[in-house]
């Protein structure tokens, strides 16, 4: 299985980085830190390109705020260096779920288990 992870990860960009990512990160880039999550941020020597090594599926909603911030040049200060002060109020980073088992299903949605529940808002039309 070995050889099929490294062949899939040689020319696929969502099995993690390319070949090319690779290369050019070992070539040039400076690790600047990682997340909670084990994605891994670089910087070359100029600090004219930013850029991440996903830690396994490359997704971008798996960018917490903070780093995000810092690879859009919101801010210069890395956010494992600084931490950015975060409001009573704020939930902590999720990353999109949307086409996983774990994605928001509205009541009545067909994705929903069990018995559909009876609405009382909305009366279904009958031809006559």
Request: no cysteine; glycine share 8%; hydrophobic share 30%.
């Amino acid at each position: 299985m070995g050889i099929l992870n490294s062949l899939l990860k040689a020319v696929t960009w969502w099995n993690g980085s390319t070949l090319n990512t690779a290369i050019y990160t070992r070539r040039n880039g400076t690790k600047v830190g990682e997340d909670d999550q084990g994605n891994t941020f670089y910087r070359n020597a100029d600090d004219s390109k930013r850029w991440v090594i996903f830690n396994g599926e490359a997704e971008a909603s798996r960018v917490s705020a903070d780093w995000h911030g810092w690879l859009h040049r919101t801010f210069d200060e890395v956010p494992s260096e600084k931490p950015l002060k975060h409001k009573s109020w704020e939930q902590p980073h999720q990353e999109n779920l949307t086409g996983t088992a774990l994605a928001y299903a509205p009541a009545g949605s067909i994705r929903t288990t069990g018995e559909p529940k009876p609405r009382s808002d909305y009366d279904a039309w009958v031809p006559e």
